[in-house]
């Protein structure tokens, strides 16, 4: 793929037809505006990405509803299709999905399994209590050297600074940040997670996010973190073959 050649036009040729909640035609072919990071091929159809939203001209409706949604299918970590029945990991792994988003109506009448009968949106202290590191467990051993050590199989240049480690792939690095206190959504000593967003180089304000772990302990979430990177760092290499 040539920069140079890299417009946004695309956006021009759909904005009379994208939803409010930035779903997209689904006639139209979005390759090129999912390449560009500025949509997001879901489970539910292709969605703007944030950045995207900003592009589009001020009075555009999908502007006017300016932000931020409670969910959105462009930025928001969503479940894998099969994973239909929701439990207490569920909603550390993909809270918004669950508390907000698509998968509420299930959360609210699913059972946690704890005793007393909690539904998994309840606060079940048990849930709370599942949701601690375990004994011994370094919580600042997380990120850095952990997803380093996690990508070491990955053919691309990948470095750290500070808590934040990325994988350059020219167009648009892949950044992966320890996301300690930054869900307002969970109590900030209670939470630990990482968050991967691929980033276009040229300009930072256009992403959207891979993955997402909000769990305590994301040492076992690493490992689904390597995965989600190496898949999208092979498209990314095959599309600028
Ligand atoms: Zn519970």
């Not at 959360?107 to 375990?134: F, I, V, W």
């Not at 300009?203 to 990177?229: E, G, Q």
């Amino acid at each position: 793929m040539n920069h140079g050649n890299l417009r946004y036009g695309p956006l021009d040729a759909v904005a009379d037809r994208i939803g409010h909640d930035g779903r997209l035609p689904e006639d139209t072919d979005t390759t090129d505006l999912v390449n560009a990071v500025l949509a997001r091929s879901t489970p539910a159809g292709v969605y703007l990405t944030p950045g995207a939203r900003w592009l589009l001209p001020e009075d555009h409706p999908v502007r006017q509803v300016m932000y931020r949604p409670d969910w959105d299918w462009g930025r928001d970590a969503y479940p894998s299709p099969e994973a239909c029945a929701p439990t207490p990991q569920s909603l550390r792994t993909c809270p918004v999905y669950w508390i907000n988003g698509p998968g509420r109506a299930l959360a609210a009448r699913t059972l946690c399994g704890h005793e007393g009968g909690y539904r998994l949106k309840d606060s079940c202290l048990a849930c709370e209590e599942a949701n601690e590191a375990p004994e011994g467990a370094d919580p600042d051993a997380t990120t850095g050297p952990l997803v380093l050590s996690a990508l070491v199989h990955l053919d691309a240049q990948v470095s750290s600074e500070g808590d934040c480690a990325m994988v350059d792939l020219g167009q648009v690095r892949i950044e992966i940040t320890d996301t300690l206190g930054a869900r307002i959504d969970y109590p900030a000593i209670q939470h630990r997670g990482l968050c991967a967003q691929i980033v276009q180089q040229d300009n930072p304000d256009r992403y959207y996010m891979i993955y997402a772990s909000a769990d305590r302990n994301a040492r076992r979430d690493v490992d689904h973190l390597a995965h989600a990177v190496t898949a999208e760092a092979n498209r990314y290499r095959l599309a600028r073959r």
